[in-house]
Antibody, heavy 122, light 108 residues
Framework: QLQLQESGPGLVKPSETLSLTCTVS??????????WGWIRQPPGKGLEWIGS???????YSNPSLKSRVTIFVDTSKNQFSLKLSSVTAADTAVYYC??????????????WGQGTLVTVSS | SSELTQDPAVSVALGQTVKITCQGD??????ASWYQQKPGQAPILVIY???NRPSGIPDRFSGSSSGNTASLTITGAQAEDEADYYC???????????FGGGTKLTVL
């Protein structure tokens, strides 16, 4: 059974870079066709897609975050990671990673990690 | 603001049928997927590709699509279906993805 687990600091200072890693277990991150995505949810608010990456390194990013987002993959560790630069309090959220199947006729995110709360505060 | 619009809240009597809708121009070209999220939990996929259910999702959940509107229907709602529901699809550019604002379902 495929499982995803987010890890990283729970507290980041304003203007610094948020760094999170998602470890995939129970399956290979290099399986063809799948992307691996990051989604966040500010406290009490809705879901926001951040970006997705293929094991080849091909990425998609949310246009509203693209200038601050870097997503990369480490196939040797079966992990993918998110870096979000110049964070502000508005970036405080629960960050989820998920497997992403992005075909035009069949798009979905499943399964999801349990999520990790990142607070931006000095 | 989201390119996919959902009603913020919907209620249904126990055992009755409820339809949750998601509107957006991109839905004329792309199917939506639907996610259920209970408090303190990660979202789970309940419907994808218009009307496909992942393994383990009860058959009371179904999906449909017409024009710019995708719908999630729960036939015979149960107390455990009380949750937030989100739709997701590509945006109008086709190169990124967007979630609807979410619908809070209350089962009375």
């Amino acid at each position: 059974q495929l499982q995803l687990q987010e890890s990283g600091p729970g507290l980041v200072k304003p203007s610094e870079t948020l760094s999170l890693t998602c470890t995939v277990s129970g399956g290979s991150i290099s399986r063809s066709g799948y992307y691996w995505g990051w989604i966040r949810q500010p406290p009490g608010k809705g879901l926001e897609w951040i970006g997705s990456i293929h094991y080849s390194g091909s990425t998609y990013s949310n246009p509203s975050l693209k200038s601050r987002v870097t997503i990369f993959v480490d196939t040797s560790k079966n992990q993918f990671s998110l870096k979000l630069s110049s964070v502000t309090a508005a970036d405080t959220a629960v960050y989820y990673c998920a497997r992403h199947w992005p075909l035009v006729g069949e798009n979905w995110f499943d399964p999801w990690g349990q999520g990790t709360l990142v607070t931006v505060s000095s | 603001s989201s390119e996919l619009t959902q009603d913020p809240a919907v209620s249904v009597a126990l055992g009755q049928t409820v339809k949750i809708t998601c509107q957006g121009d991109s839905l004329r070209s792309y199917y939506a997927s639907w996610y259920q999220q209970k408090p303190g939990q990660a979202p789970i996929l309940v419907i994808y590709a218009k009307n496909n259910r992942p393994s383990g999702i009860p058959d009371r959940f179904s999906g449909s699509s017409s024009g710019n509107t995708a719908s999630l229907t729960i036939t015979g709602a149960q107390a455990e279906d009380e949750a937030d529901y989100y739709c997701n699809s590509r945006d109008s550019s086709g190169n990124s993805w967007v979630f609807g604002g979410g619908t809070k379902l209350t089962v009375l």
